[in-house]
């Protein structure tokens, strides 16, 4: 039931050895992101940017990687911001500063849950993990892309945030140790990865695989210090000493997906990247499977033009100049020379042995134009021709070939005059001897069983354990899939051939998908034929992966008009957790963590979002009213447009990549917004409906324009709007017209502003260079700044001085800021720490005031403090700052975090009485101390506690605390020395040296 495809592709080989993988190249963190760009666009050169095509993923990448880069044009690596914050931390300790009012006071504004009215995909935020303790299901956590650690105790129903004071929120992978429920293990970017001893209290940088995107952390149950752990772009690898070091299981292994241990026996472990290997041995070794089963595929390596001369393979083959060749091969030899495809079989002392076979389909196109058997009988020796085929036919049928010297190696020989990149087909193979009988036999009549090289995803249930599954994707859409009844020795692969689940339809008739970054298979443990796979939407199989279904749709229209589930689209995990009448299944999704309560019962109930009370929505930007109360719309990554209300509620309006967006600054009821590329928004009640708008020169929406578009509304003038491309338009009438105001740039606009109080004066940005009008755009004029190769992250025009503005850059001093349009600028780097500068906001307090919000925190500074930064991030967490805007109305600033949600603070007041946050009122004793410090606070205030260390890391941190009857904190495990005790709560912050001896 198998047939075995041998490719003749020299050029192919050598093309695919040659073409740099843009994924490849992010994750080594070696190149400039200016390079992997270039791969990239000549990647989607070639397979198109179409929806599915993998391109919209890349421009996300792209956008934040532009944003992140520094000086070099390269990305710092996680371990650089690790030991970045702490330092910072180390550095604002030491300064001795006893008690602040005015470093923030930021709270959560959500949204922690949807409400769709006109948008079509609505979720909370992208969950890209979730271990569950199998010992107490209730004890849940889950992982956001870029939001952080949840936990969860009473089953999804609450939810709270472990992550918040770390350099990285960025999570991939979690896994709870199986033998002690309070460790955790999660996987982020560059291969890092974190343990938590204390339930998620506190982390540390535990281990680091050398690169890429950690897809999966696998704890053996009856070793916890062997774990497992596969990195997307990076490999395959193992620990054996608890996850401080690692090695790789298989030199082949250059990216890796999944890791499962066969059910009950732990030294059986699966793991798939773009092979699929199996250890029988605890993970000592890992052998790769094809899926043939003995058989195996090796390419051939080094020249593929063989001569008597080839050294490396020490053959006399001797073909025509210029020929290839290509080899099946049956081997003895203890040492086998470079081959295709080896069956493993024992012919001493057989009697007249002979083998039998049949080519079918053989593609002439390849010049493959004759077929040569040969034999030697020693690794050294010379070949002998046995059998010459040259007949032009496009098949070969019933070969039978006597093995005159049953110890030797045979071989058949493929020849031709130019490298070929066609293949055929083996069929009906068998080996065997008068007296031993039939040696080995495959028949190949039917579908092709091997696996191809696309990513794999591994599928095992404890109902019977010896079943393997494999679900592959190939070019981003499903791509196999495959059975193994022998504990993956052998696989077959039905027959889905026309079908791809990993799409949109529902009946799995188009060709879209993006896989791996959707797509995933598990396996019902009470019933092994009970199989789910997921790519866009969800599907299940009763009779072992023979037929699908479709379970989910990712609009709940759709869902319900199909009495199937509602799942928000792009699944990137699925998972059964408890067995009998308690097994559930959960998945992650791009819009949050759903669990079927009852997975084999299909309805328009399938799925229950637990996602409600995360609050980890990506956003992109916001826009807000100048009210009390305020108005917010804010676009957001997967999760469209929403806009928070006068009373606090959160709704959607938009679909799709929410981008920019504002509240029309004459009527709250009216907004405006943006999709990925520039499609253009509105909505006149406040969300309810929304509707498409036309774009200038019908340029919005096509994949050729920035991943975000510049949307602004005039200051000044009524129903005017500012959109840019690669040049401006301008509408005065709500977006119904539009006309170009500037020149043609020839190249897209990155971003427009316009002064608050003369709308002539305007001024935008293209990479780093900085252009300026004073004429409401008739003229441009292209300042002198130079970034030395950064670019421009922000521009913030000063409230009241239309001639100031100040920008944030990639490039080391990080802000700048010009008093004459533009034409000289000066540098405000000063002693902001070396982070991403990332947005900026002017206070209009008379005192130039100025936020800078970077990829970890924010921070103020105004003509009365001189050269230096506050940290403004009082009870903000460590998350990109991706804009800022200040209310006058409320005198309050917002911030539009990139996967923790939109927040806002009080305003900088530096008349704020120290005397409302006494630093006597906070008492710690005994101070030095042994095992234990009490903490007490004479205030009813609920306070977060942190303890540094000398070097800035966080080893204790404790939320929501009341020290008011005292609180006690065990530090005996910590080593002697001087230590910072740092109090949080609305009011500003204490800190506090506490010694122990």
Known sequence: ???????????????????????????????????????????????????????????????????????????????????????????????????????????EMGPTYWSATSGWNPGVGRITSIAIDESNMNHIIAGSETGGVWKSTDGGSSWTVLTDNLANIDVYALAIDPLNSSTYYWGSNGGTIFKSTDGGSTWTLHGSLPAGFVNKILVDPTNTSKIYASAQSGGLYKSTDGGSTWTIIDASATTGYDFEFKPGDPNTVYASGSQFYVSTDGGTTFSIDDGLGAWTQEFVSGSTTWTTSDSNQNNTVSPRTGNKLGFFYI?????????????????SGAVNPQVNFSYTQVNWAGD?????????TSVGGSWIELAHYTAEVTSWADITINLPNPSSDYYVAFEGTSNYGRGLTLDDISVEANNLGVVFSEGFETSSNEFGSGPKMIGVSPDDPSVVYVVEASSGVFGGFHVSSDNGNTFTKRNHSIVNYFGYDSNGFDSLGQAPRDMDITVNPNDVNDVHIAGINTWRSTDAGVSFSITSQWTPGAAFNENIGYCHADVDLMMFAGTGANAKLFVGTDGGIYVANDPTNVSSSYYTDLTPGMGIRQFYKIGISQTDPVVVTGGSQDNGTSTMDV???????????????????????TM??????????KTSNGGSISFSIPQPDGKGGQNNWNWVTPLEQDPISLNTLYVAFDEVYRSVDGGSNWISISQNFGANIDHFKVAPTNSSKMYLAINGAFWYSTNGGSIWTQSSLNLNGGRINEIAVHPTNPDKIAIATTNSEKVYVSTNNGLSWTSMRWDLPNFSSQALAWQNNGDDGLYVGMNYGVYYTDNGLGNTWLPFNNGLPNVRINELEINTADNRIYAATYGRGLWRSNVYDENLSVDEFEFNDFTLYPNPANNEVNLKWNKPDDVSVRIYNTLGKIVFYGKKVNLQNGFKIDVSPFDSGLYFVKLNSDNGEITKKLILK
Do not use: C
């Not at 390079?35 to 095509?53: C, K, L, N, P, Q």
């Not at 996300?60 to 914050?85: C, I, V």
């Not at 081997?331 to 012919?347: A, E, G, K, Q």
């Not at 405006?672 to 928004?681: A, E, V």
């Open 368 to 376: 493959i134009d004759e077929l040569r058997v040969l034999y030697k």
């Open 331 to 347: 081997s003895n030899f203890s040492t086998p020379v470079t081959r295709l495809v080896t069956p493993s079989m024992n012919l």
């Open 672 to 681: 405006y917004g943006t999709l990925q590329f520039g499609s253009l928004y």
């Open 1 to 107: 039931m198998k047939k075995i495809i041998l490719l003749m592709g020299a050029v192919l080989f050598a093309v695919s050895m040659s073409a740099q993988d843009y994924h490849k190249l992010i994750a080594e963190g070696t190149h400039t992101v200016e390079h992997i760009s270039e791969v990239a666009e000549s990647h989607f050169d070639s397979v198109g940017r179409d929806r599915g095509t993998g391109y919209k993923p890349f421009k996300r990448w792209q956008y934040f990687a532009e944003r992140a880069m520094d000086e070099t044009g390269k990305l710092k690596s996680p371990e650089y911001y690790y030991n970045e914050l702490q330092n910072y931390n180390a550095r604002i300790n030491d300064e001795g500063i006893a008690s602040r009012t005015v470093v923030g006071t930021w709270e």
């Open 647 to 669: 009373n606090g509620n959160w709704k959607d309006w938009l679909g799709a990549d929410g981008m920019e967006g504002f509240v029309d600054k004459d009527n709250i009821q």
